[in-house]
């Protein structure tokens, strides 16, 4: 099996954070399914901070959802309760439903801990079908993967 690989160009959306007690298991380390907690944190926050469009106004008043669809982790090492990491997300593709993600926590030290690729897909969330992505949200990804930034 290939390592899972990081994209070498385009924008990349970074957020800080600190290894909290409740991500680590008894051992003191992060426990492996809160990567995915993180994960969707900072798919959030790029919703509401890089694209300036309200990630709780897609699901809420707009009833869309982004769930994902296919997940593929590499786990490479270890992060503790107290590490500083920074989380990134690239995005590989967008499609005219689907959204490929690149994720990746990267400790202090630059060691990269974690790298991820998710397929997210819009749906309705009142017919659970897949969805075009909507046009708002289309074009400020597209602008944002071009380098454009928002107010």
């Known amino acids: 099996m290939a390592a ?5 160009t385009g924008p990349v959306f970074r957020s800080s954070t600190a290894i909290r007690f409740a991500q680590c298991d008894p051992a003191g380390i992060v ?3 809160q990567y995915l907690l993180l994960f ?4 959030e926050d790029w919703f509401n901070q890089a694209l300036h469009y309200p990630y709780a106004q897609m699901l809420g008043p707009e009833r869309t959802g982004l769930p994902i669809v296919h997940l593929a982790c590499d ?5 503790r309760m107290g590490d500083a990491v920074q989380l990134e997300l690239a995005v590989q593709r967008l499609g005219s ?3 490929n993600l690149a994720l ?4 202090d030290d630059g060691d990269v801990r974690v790298v991820a690729q998710q397929v997210l897909v819009f749906t309705s969330l009142d017919s ?3 969805i075009c992505i909507p046009a708002a949200i ?3 990804i597209a602008r944002w993967m071009a380098g454009e930034c928002f107010p």
């Not at 969707?40 to 798919?43: D, I, Y």
């Not at 786990?75 to 992060?79: E, G, L, S, V």
């Open 4 to 8: 899972l690989s990081w994209p070498q």
């Open 31 to 33: 426990f492996y399914p």
């Open 40 to 43: 969707q944190s900072l798919v």
């Open 75 to 79: 786990f490479r090492a270890i992060a």
């Open 97 to 99: 439903r689907s959204l």
């Open 104 to 107: 990746r926590c990267v400790g």
């Open 128 to 130: 659970h079908e897949a």
């Open 138 to 140: 289309q074009t400020r």
